[in-house]
């Protein structure tokens, strides 16, 4: 089993450039489906999410690749319009092949998708899109089945701006005979740069940004290449980092602008944020001060995906922090853990009242989904003595080796092999 051995209370300081995001990357791969020949999408992140999706790919007949940094996408052949349930298990993003399949080939069948345990995931959001825009949808236990070629679109209501949906009405609108609207939309970041991709491969959007998408017949698509975008949530939490360990970073390669709503938190704990078009540089305070409550909510909300390294990072704070979970259900797993190493957090179903304390002592710590295990060695670079965070398998789905980044930071992080019986008798 491997884990992360972290000693705290080593100021982080420096430079690093941050990864393509996860987020971003594995739309624009199912996307890579909708046009025969090769889509090049450039700085995309080596994660296992995406090395899943690398396997749909292949498994529906396309070839896929790396070159460096670079992730190709051959779909001149896509033979296959069902994706096996073992698959889809891993990962709730590849529900997103419903839509690009449909468009492509005019049917697909795969099961619900697996995921982060946060509580219940319904699909329910994608299927009655794909219905509104003419597709056949039948579900027999957990298998769904899509039908529908050349669909013929029209308008489509969201009641809640589910990302995930709004992707795949972007992916599933290009096989439309006719213009399709989606009411209700999301507004995410990964959603304009999907649509930036499907514009490179000749698709008509308009909206982009905006609650109204509209997307217009654009006859076939053509493969174009693409470079990803930097990783908003890989840089919150190198940021909340920072506040929990204390000094001074800078990361490079960002889009200051898709980090406001974290960015604004962060301001208020106290720490100095400076940007440049492409740059964030943050000096933590000495001790965070509580901010105002931080409610996730959709963009242009703060993100849930930062709720967890957030509260990680306020845990010392000066004051009584609280932050409200609104986006998922159950999204809370780390708060026993990080309980363990002295922190006062009260929850009462979606809020969690932090009150802060002067110091937090390492412990082992197990983590048991992606930001959630993130949250944890967040928490045990602010705390003294040695932490051993367990749960990698979930870290490694949604962060390319951030040992590294933190290394290069200056924070005290080995990753090592650990013998099960280590973990069980809960060391120290
Ligand atoms: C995406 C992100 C995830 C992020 C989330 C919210 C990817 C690969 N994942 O997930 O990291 O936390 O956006 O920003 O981009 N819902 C339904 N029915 C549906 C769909 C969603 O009830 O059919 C609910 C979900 O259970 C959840 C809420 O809507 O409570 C938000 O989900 P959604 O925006 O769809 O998130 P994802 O696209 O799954």
Known sequence: MQALVIEGMHPLRGSVPVHGSKNGALPLLAAALLAPGRTVLHHCPRLTDVQTTMEILRHLG?????????LWVDASAVTGTAIPEELMRRQRASVLFLGALLARCGEATLSTPGGCALGERPVDLHLSLLRQLGAEVGQQGDRIFCRGAALPGGEAYLPYPSVGATENFLLAAQGCAGPSRLLGAAMEPEIGELAELLRAMGAQIEGVGTPVLTVYPAGALRSAEHTVRADRIEAATLLCAAVSAGGEVELTGVEPSALQPVLDVLWQTGSEIRCTDSSVRLRAPERPRAPERVVTAPWPGFPTDAQAPLMAALLRCRGTAQIREQV????????????RMGAAIETDGPLATITGVPSLRGTHLQGCELRG??????AALGAEGESVVTGLEFLDRGYENIKNLLSELGAAIKRVEISPDVVYNRIP
């Open 62 to 70: 396309a070839g896929c690749g790396w070159e460096g940094e670079t």
């Open 328 to 339: 998922f259900q159950s999204r809370f797993h780390h708060v026993p853990e990080l309980r």
């Open 373 to 378: 295990t993130a949250a944890l060695a967040v």
